[in-house]
């Protein structure tokens, strides 16, 4: 007989947007004459830039012609986009490192779903709570957990993030062989500073820990006082691997192109206690899993760091930021209390006391006809909150912003 890998059936279904839709599809049956907003997905609505749209041609015109046509390109990446995102990214910033350490990809989705691959099925995972549901999910799959059991999975390190600690995740008080770290934070919206890196960088050091630093919402950040790479922290290339995405970055979240950095300094021992370098084992992953990013893609993606596509994409990022100030403002004339928005296109609101995530769903939806995301969703430290999003068109934006704000609560 056939055996299934049953860490699979752990999972509870995932029935957050499956069950919001369905409220939403219900509600509007019932209400035709009023129309609903969207601040719930983590898509974006601006369309790709002119510098994009206009590479993107250009490579299409290369691939129909015999003397420009290209086939398999290399799996990590072509050279020019890999030489871009370096110079851009990292050495304009001061950061050493080299094209061989950045490997592009489809999707941060992916390559954080991917990479606990190269880890014992034993090793400890800490998470943040609340939490982007790939990282716990593609551990539980892999089998590194127990049972799911009052909303938390067995053997995993949970990070609680709530209001009492800024929704900044405390050093834990076990040991952890991978710890995942999101900022700029989906969902919550918080972005670690310098200082509170630093520690995770001094942790990860001290208890042969790695840090898989998810960044893909680092172009929306506004202190100075947080990093946009884990790699300005002296020591972070000998723990940390960081995913970043042009999704959210330059609206390639149909287009699909992002990258993940692993620092040659980045080495794992095998049980017999020799060091074995985690680029070379990326590389060996990648280049045996994955056949590359379209040529076209890579194309569209360098487009991002010409002159031009930073001052559109910067452009379309501070309309998204606009929005986020615009839904706080909303949310405190409400006498709400809301947090992020301010390094993140999220934003992430305390429910009215004795109003928990799913009733105050319904209440949005019945009051404003705005439709959001329930924190608990995210995970059980998200029970009591709600995650806006600051993605969805400026008129859209300003009219759900004027029904909250005509709300009582
Ligand atoms: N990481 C985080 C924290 C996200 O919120 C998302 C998308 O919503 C991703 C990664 C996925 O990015 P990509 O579109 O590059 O797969």
Redesign the pocket.
Known sequence: MTALNENYLKLPGSYLFSTIAKRVAAYKEENPGRPVISLGI?DVSRPLVPAVVEALHKASDEMGRAETFRGYGPEQGYAFLREAILKHDYLDRGIQLSADEIFVSD????D?ANFQELFDASSKVALQDPV?PVYLDTNVMAGRTGAFENGRFGGIVYLPCTEENNFTPQLPDQHADLVYL?SPN?PTGSAMTRAELKKWVDWAAANNSIILY?S?YEAFITQREVPHSIYEIPGAEKVAVEFR?F?KTAGF?GTRC?YTVVPKALQVMDKAGKPHSLNALWLRRQTTKFNGVPYVVQRAAEAVFSPEGQTQIREVIAGYQQNAQVILKALQSAGLTAFGGVNAPYIWLKTPKGVDSWAFFDKLLTGAQVVGTPGVGFGSCGEGYFRLTAFNTPELTQEAARRISAMTF
């Not at 999707?107 to 992916?110: E, P």
């Open positions: 983590g999707g941060a989705k992916s954080v982007y999101c989906n998810d893909a995405s999704s979240t992002a």
